[in-house]
Nanobody, 122 residues
Framework: VQLQASGGGLVQAGGSLRLSCAAS????????MGWYRQAPGKQREFVAA????????YYEDSVKGRFTISRDNAKKMVYLQMNSLKPEDTAIYSC????????????????WGQGTQVTVSS
């Protein structure tokens, strides 16, 4: 099983980025998918999650209205569209797969990707 996150980079505050997570070795439609982030010196935190179909989503309060999680099970891809980025969004963003179902709890995720760096300058 491999989850490969990409799309990170350096962007100015107010800008946008689209992160992608490519899954291999799993039947993506069997898994809820989540995005987490970890800033320097901080614990990893939940950002967003989607159920197997993409019809139900959860967001961390600080990203609601700015970030959108989506998925394409046929392409085995999960996306995180990030708009109106703020310096406090700077972190390494990782995708994760949960057979348990739609969840915010890190402990229920079975597989994790390696992460992609997002840096937002002020």
């Amino acid at each position: 099983v491999q989850l490969q996150a990409s799309g990170g980079g350096l962007v100015q505050a107010g800008g946008s980025l689209r992160l992608s997570c490519a899954a291999s070795g799993i039947t993506l439609s069997s898994y809820a998918m989540g995005w987490y982030r970890q800033a320097p010196g901080k614990q990893r935190e939940f950002v967003a999650a989607t159920n197997w179909s993409g019809l139900t989503t959860y967001y961390e309060d600080s990203v609601k209205g700015r970030f959108t999680i989506s998925r394409d099970n046929a392409k085995k891809m999960v996306y995180l569209q990030m708009n109106s980025l703020k310096p406090e969004d700077t972190a390494i963003y990782s995708c994760a797969a949960s057979l348990y179902g739609l969840t915010r709890q890190q402990s229920t995720y079975d597989y994790w990707g390696q992460g992609t760096q997002v840096t937002v300058s002020s």
